[in-house]
Every structure is written in C-alpha cells, then in structure tokens.
C-alpha cells in the first residue's frame, strides 16, 4: 500500500501479511484526523488488489465508496 508521510513523500507499507488467514485493522483518532479518508483508500486499495474484504461500519460513513466499488453493503 503506498502511503504519504506529512511532507507527501510516498511511502510503501505493507500493512497486510498475506501468509495469514486473518488481516485486521482497526483505525482510531480525534474527530478531523483523517480516519475515514484513510479507510476509505485502504478499502480502495485492497479492492484494487481482488483483496475480500468484510467491514463493519456503523453509521453508513463506508456505504458510497462499497457501492462505488460494486461491492455489496448490508444493513442490520
């Protein structure tokens, strides 16, 4: 996954180690942090990648980019 540090120097990060079953992330911070705007390219880049994904969202925040991306999205 390429990354930007704060001065916008790209950074490659694997985040994933794809020899596990099972690749979790949680993302955490202060209203205004960026944490959607990061889920969102992380989501887009494992899409990109023919990565499954599950993701739990409650408040609809990743309903548009799921759907951009033709992915199912289910409410509950």
């Known amino acids: 996954i390429i990354l930007c540090d ?3 120097n790209p950074l490659k990060v694997n985040l994933f ?3 596990l079953n099972n ?3 949680f993302t955490f911070g202060p209203s205004g942090s960026g944490k959607s705007y990061t889920q969102n390219y992380l989501i887009i880049q ?4 023919n990565s499954r994904q599950v993701i739990v969202d409650n ?3 990743y ?3 799921v759907t951009a ?3 199912r999205y289910f409410e509950y």
């Open 23 to 25: 690749q979790n992330t």
């Open 63 to 65: 309903k548009h980019v």
């Open 69 to 71: 991306l033709n992915g």
């Open 46 to 49: 494992r899409r990109e990648s």
């Open 59 to 61: 408040g609809g925040t």
């Open 17 to 19: 180690n794809l020899e």
């Open 6 to 8: 704060r001065f916008r």
